[in-house]
């Protein structure tokens, strides 16, 4: 006798897939937030442009001596550690690590809450739109990587990370529809 897959179980075990995913890459996010990085654009970051979230910081009583005192560099007013006025970005309202940290929460959250089965509409839904969302990050990384400070390194992979994002909303869309019951 054949093994027949029911929508329901081909339903179930997508959502877990893409929960075991998100919660994958939300760990990602507190692990190795470098890789997030060049995804979160300059126009939402109110620290400097290009910070690097893991550089290290100087201590309150250290200075950086290569450093212009007006600059927006790790050692003045445009780090993470101390407000910024965005320089004229008005969506800037968090830093780049504050970014990238609370879009793994929201990977987490939504990794939870998509195995609820109550819930799974409106979370898939939300994880489509918060893939959607991440397309803004995910082309102002392109067009970084192939401006005049780009690596060809960093070319192939936002050229790749890119088209993947696609797949990813319609997957998560997927998962809004109630499964057709089976005739027995």
């Known amino acids: 006798m054949p093994f027949r897959w029911s929508g329901r179980a ?32 300059d126009y939402l970051c109110r620290d400097a442009p290009g910070n690097d979230p893991e550089a290290p910081r100087p201590g309150p009583g250290s200075a950086d001596p290569g450093a212009d005192p007006g600059s927006a ?16 970005r008005p969506l800037a309202v968090m830093t780049r690590l504050e970014w990238i940290a609370v879009s793994g929460l929201l990977e987490a959250g939504a990794a939870v809450v998509l195995l609820i089965p109550a819930t799974r509409r409106a979370a ?24 005049p400070t780009g690596t060809p390194t960093e070319r192939r992979a936002h050229t790749a990370r890119l088209p993947l994002q696609v797949p990813l909303i ?15």
């Open 73 to 88: 560099g790790p050692s003045s007013a445009g780090s993470t550690d101390a407000p910024h006025d965005g320089g004229g």
């Open 10 to 41: 081909v339903q179930t075990i997508s959502t877990g897939a893409l929960s075991a995913l998100l919660l994958t890459s939300a760990m990602k996010h507190f692990r190795e937030p470098r890789f997030f990085a060049q995804v979160v654009p």
């Open 170 to 184: 319609l997957w998560a869309w997927s998962l809004r529809g109630v499964p057709a019951r089976t005739r027995q």
């Open 124 to 147: 898939a839904t939300a994880v489509s739109g918060m893939f959607t969302v991440f397309l803004a990050g995910h082309v102002a990384a392109l067009r970084r990587a192939y401006g």
